[in-house]
């Protein structure tokens, strides 16, 4: 089964390599520059949104990179990645592309919501998005099953990169959480390469 993956190594499309690499089927990685490459109509016609990354699975086109890695996960169950609490992979990685990504993004934009508008805002605050975050892993080592499963290379990815850059605090259920993610074999793997081609683009462009 042919499976290509749509990216930039300076991209959310990170993410959805690594799940790749989990599950560990054979694919083609194809790099698309950001501006007219990216936004022309040879791939908007596979992702009119003009983004990566996206995923082609045999002539089917995936997009939206938690609708990928749930993809991924269903479509390969051999690899174990699906969580048998079904509850709690769809609350968490709803609650991935929904409240914790942009409100990371918000933060990281300088974005502040003013106490009286909270209710007009689907996370609240903040704050409440990283209690939640806080008070389900202060006593777990994953977010579901007790083991590593598709949601934790979703909202993983997006914890561990908000800590990255400050955007989250180092509160230390969430560092924890990070550190446990890090030796991944899989997770090695995927930002080795995407490391590497991200040095030689930068290198080719002087």
């Known amino acids: 089964m042919a499976l290509t ?26 790099i698309l520059d950001y501006g007219p490459q990216m936004k022309g109509p040879e791939y908007r016609a596979i992702n009119p949104m003009g983004k990566v990354p996206a995923l082609v699975h045999d002539g089917t086109v995936v997009t939206e990179n938690a609708a990928i890695l749930s993809y991924l996960a269903e479509m390969f169950p051999q690899a174990g990645l699906m969580p048998e609490d079904r509850a709690g992979f769809y609350r968490w990685m709803f609650f991935g592309a929904g409240s914790l990504e942009y409100s990371i993004v918000n933060r990281s934009m300088g974005w502040e919501v003013e106490p009286e508008k909270r209710g007009r805002v689907g996370y609240g605050c903040f704050e409440d998005v990283v209690a939640a975050l806080v008070g389900h892993l202060s006593d777990r080592t ?17 914890i561990s990169w908000a800590l990255r850059f400050g955007t989250l605090p180092e509160e230390p259920a969430l560092l924890a959480y990070r550190d446990r993610l890090r030796d991944r074999p899989a997770a090695i ?17 002087g």
């Open 189 to 205: 793997r995927a930002s080795e390469i995407d490391d590497r081609l991200l040095a030689e683009r930068q290198a080719a462009n």
């Open 142 to 158: 994953y977010f579901c099953d007790e083991r590593f499963t598709v949601v934790d290379v979703f909202v993983g990815s997006q």
């Open 5 to 30: 993956l749509y990216t930039n190594p300076m991209s959310r499309g990170r993410i959805a390599r690594w799940m790749l690499e989990e599950v560990g089927e054979p694919y083609e990685a194809r």
